[in-house]
């Protein structure tokens, strides 16, 4: 049973009280609904989809694809990927 109100997970991530970092699925799902593939992005860096996928998944980190993705997404790096803002201070 959760607490009062809906789900964390079903909170649009700019409207959280607490600055959750997005889900992998999430952001995924998030450049699809802006038509926005993960190829798209890589093409823009001059990287390869392989890296991207590995950035958006934690499983690596690039500054220039974390903020390219924030960027494309029209939110804050900090917001999209709260552990870079933990860095930066």
Do not use: W
């Amino acid at each position: 049973m959760h607490g009062p109100g809906p789900p964390t997970h079903l909170i649009p991530v700019t409207e959280r009280k607490i600055p959750f970092a997005m889900s992998p699925n999430e952001i995924r799902a998030a450049l699809i609904l802006r038509g926005i593939r993960q190829t798209d992005i890589a093409r823009s860096l001059g990287l390869t989809r392989y890296t991207v996928c590995n950035v958006i998944g934690g499983y690596r980190t690039s500054r220039r694809v974390k903020q390219k993705i924030a960027d494309t997404l029209e939110l804050p790096v900090h917001v999209v990927f709260p552990e870079r803002a933990k860095l930066a201070a």
